[in-house]
């Protein structure tokens, strides 16, 4: 049973975009966060 390539792809593209999105949102909560903390940033 060889797993096919068509659905270890998107799960891999899957979790790229999970992992890019994720990391984007943390980012814009961070300065967020900078910016209420620090009004003239």
């Known amino acids: 049973m060889a797993p096919a ?3 270890v792809r ?3 593209i899957e979790a ?3 992992e890019l ?4 949102l943390g980012s ?3 300065r967020a966060a ?3 903390l620090r009004p003239n940033g």
């Open 21 to 24: 999105v994720t990391s984007r």
């Open 10 to 12: 998107s799960l891999v």
């Open 28 to 30: 814009l909560l961070v």
């Open 16 to 18: 790229i975009v999970v």
């Open 5 to 7: 390539p068509a659905s």
């Open 34 to 36: 900078m910016a209420r």
